[in-house]
């Protein structure tokens, strides 16, 4: 018999105790803040919901609207409403006072779908960078260059590359095995968390999260700053202060949106928060703050969003008739000025 090697060890380990279910900690020095806590992300949720709801319904309401860019902006709207599904039903069911345990089914799934939408969402920003690009550079072509059929594929194309990420993901982590601990020092399942916890040779599943969350978000970022430097260029050709200061305004807003969508991914993968409490604050950043945030910062800065919008609002009975009036006579005024 031959010598008794470490991976005969392992495999002796995980038949003897294989983990089915992983308990989650949550968030770190939060003892007795349940109840608030609960009250404070339940908030989140609903007001992200109902935002996004409500921004669907007025591009969908308003012919005016129906473009590339607002099309986009629904897809985004879409990834928004659900982004925050992956993880808030867990927390929000243990901070009621419920059971803390997952499965490992519930695990795998909520990792697939946090990493689909995150990707999807990714590729999309890239997209409507490309989309601003075109618009400014090239108004005069700008529907022959972005037609309907080029932005579908478009928009397509976002969900079937995040999907296969996803996927890809996914696949690898079934070839983990957890047969140690299964406490999660986190409020949801992630690769940076479960790689602690696997008893298995983990370096093919970092180097795949790495080229995935690490090179890929990378990539994407260069194309959008390589956009954004030729609309820059272009705006700064454009003679009437008043034409720059629009089209400033525009990408300013798409700018900060995809800042606040980078800046947790950065901190989260690249390992640069010292502490669980510290990671455990950018994943609240990440899946429910920037999808609350995104259309309070990108969509309702934009007037015709903001008409459509009221006379959504008006439909629905939330807004008195004078202030749909108002809304209606600025829509006009601005219609005729162009």
């Known amino acids: 018999m031959g010598p008794f090697s470490r991976s005969d060890f392992l495999t002796g380990v995980r038949n003897a105790a294989v983990v089915t279910e ?43 609207l129906h473009t590339p860019m607002y099309f986009f902006l629904c897809k985004l709207s879409v990834c928004d409403i659900f982004f925050p599904s992956g993880s ?25 779908f946090y990493h689909f939408l995150g990707c999807t969402e990714c590729f999309l920003y890239t997209v409507m960078a490309y989309d601003r690009f075109v618009a400014i550079c090239y108004r005069l072509r700008n529907t022959i260059i972005v037609s309907h059929r080029v932005y ?56 795949a999260g790495f080229i995935s969350v690490g ?42 949106a995809i800042l606040l969508f980078y800046m947790p991914v950065v901190l989260i993968y690249l390992r640069l928060t010292p502490s669980p409490w510290m990671d455990a604050t950018v994943q609240i950043l990440n899946n429910l703050v920037t999808p609350m945030l995104n259309h309070l910062i990108y969509s309702l800065r934009d007037k015709e969003v903001k008409s459509s919008l009221r006379k959504v609002l008006h439909q629905l009975g939330f807004l008195p008739e004078h202030c749909r009036e108002r809304s209606v006579a600025n829509t006009s005024t601005a219609l005729h000025s162009l």
């Not at 003892?31 to 007001?47: G, I, K, P, Q, Y």
């Not at 919901?49 to 591009?59: D, F, K, P, S």
């Not at 601990?181 to 690769?191: A, G, L, S, Y």
């Open 152 to 207: 579908a594929i478009l928009a397509m194309e976002t969900s079937f590359f995040g999907c296969i990420q996803a996927t890809f993901l996914t696949t690898l982590t079934f070839q983990l095995s957890f047969c140690g601990p299964n406490e999660v020092d986190c409020f949801f399942c992630d690769i940076p968390v479960m790689l602690k916890l696997a008893c298995a040779d983990t370096s093919a599943l970092e180097m």
């Open 22 to 64: 992983f308990i989650l900690l949550g968030i770190p020095h939060t003892e007795h803040l349940e109840t608030m806590l609960f009250v404070l992300f339940l908030s989140f949720c609903l007001f992200t919901l109902t935002e996004n709801l409500l921004i669907l319904l007025a591009v969908v309401s308003s012919i005016r």
């Open 88 to 112: 808030s039903p867990k927390m929000l069911f243990y901070l009621s006072g419920n059971s803390r345990a997952i499965s490992y089914a519930g695990y795998m799934s909520q990792r697939s």
């Open 215 to 256: 090179l890929m978000p990378l990539s994407c970022f260069l194309l959008i700053l390589t956009s954004y430097s030729r609309i820059v260029y272009s705006i700064l050709q454009i003679h009437s202060a008043e034409g720059q200061w629009h089209a400033f305004s525009t990408c300013s807003a798409h700018l900060t």
